[in-house]
């Protein structure tokens, strides 16, 4: 059982590595990102959602895990110029709410109508304009993302490929074989 309790160690703390790593690597070039293209830095979701679970025993196994967004794939490989599906539509829009993406296309959308109507040379009274409704200003800032989407593509990160390929695997590989004394398969899925 020592041994065990070695390599639970030893994978806790390569865990905590990692985490530490992968999110340092992604803040690195998200804030790449944002200065080429003259963006504002923002707090990153994925960067958050990157954590490395505790090594459990079970049914005779040791499972390490690493979870984080389900969209980190994309993040890390790019994506190539295609339609969105309405499913990516509906994660677009949700998103575009709590980045207040939504909210300033409402706030545009306005202050273009009022300076449309300013023009008007109508003699009639003009009505009070609003905001459009807040579900209208998300589905539109999905399409419209999703319309740049469909023609531009995503440029990839490696923010993860580069840290898993950096040595560390094969140096816990060989840390875990000096331990059990015999050689074995790492398997990333």
């Given amino acids: 059982m020592a041994i065990d309790k070695e390599i639970i160690d030893l994978l806790n703390e ?17 804030d790449e990102r944002a200065a080429k293209h003259q963006g504002r830095k923002v707090t990153s979701r994925l960067e958050a959602s990157v954590l490395a ?39 677009i829009a949700e998103w575009s ?19 449309k109507q300013s023009k008007s040379k109508s003699k009639r009274k003009l009505k009070t304009l609003k905001k459009m409704p807040f579900e209208n200003a998300k589905r539109a800032a999905a399409f419209l993302i999703s319309r740049k989407l469909k023609s531009k593509k995503l440029e990839p990160t490696h923010f993860f490929e580069q840290v898993v390929q950096d040595g560390r695997l094969e140096e816990l590989k060989s840390k875990i074989a000096e331990i059990i004394k015999t050689d074995f398969i790492i398997n990333i899925q």
């Fill in 53 to 91: 679970n505790k090594v459990k025993f079970s049914s005779g196994s040791l499972i390490f895990t690493l979870t984080m967004n389900d969209y980190w794939e994309v993040v890390d490989k790019g994506r190539k110029a295609a339609g969105v599906s309405k499913e990516g539509q509906k994660k």
């Fill in 14 to 30: 390569f865990g905590l590595n990692l985490t530490v790593d992968l999110k340092s690597s992604l803040r690195k070039k998200l």
């Fill in 97 to 115: 709410a709590t980045r207040g993406f939504a909210e300033k296309l409402r706030i545009s959308d306005l202050a273009a109508r009022k300076e």
